[in-house]
């Protein structure tokens, strides 16, 4: 019972910065949600995992260069991301409700997806 949608991805130089968007709808926002990304013929990566009481867990891949936040009010969840690499580039996803609220978990609910491509 949850909708996502991405969207704010394209292309940026490295070094650059990019902020996307995932606005999510339904009658809960779950347990958590997440970001996660897949670059061709890699498995998908999880990048944070944000919890109900607005804390937040990073993989370490991102840490100190993707900032996430959630905005209630607006119904949207934004990282921004800062000092990207090439190897950012990917398919980025935003996803909702996991049992244990780990990267690694199955997750219920997923987004389409938007392109991030760094060059």
């Known amino acids: 019972h949850v909708q996502l949608v991405e969207s704010g991805g394209g292309s940026v130089q490295a070094g650059g910065s990019l902020t996307l968007a995932c606005e999510f709808s339904g009658s809960t926002y779950g347990n958590c949600m997440g970001w996660f990304r897949q670059a061709p013929g890699k498995e998908r990566e999880g990048l944070a995992a944000l919890y109900s009481d607005g804390s937040v867990k990073y993989a370490d891949s991102v840490k100190g260069r993707f900032t996430i936040s959630r905005d209630n009010a607006k119904r949207m969840l934004s990282p921004q991301m800062n000092s990207l690499k090439l190897d950012d580039t990917a398919m980025y996803y935003c996803?909702?409700?996991?049992?244990?609220?780990?990267?690694?978990?199955?997750?219920?609910?997923w987004g389409q997806g938007t392109q991030v491509t760094v060059s």
């Open positions: 996803a909702a409700e996991a049992r244990r609220c780990l990267l690694a978990d199955q997750w219920t609910y």
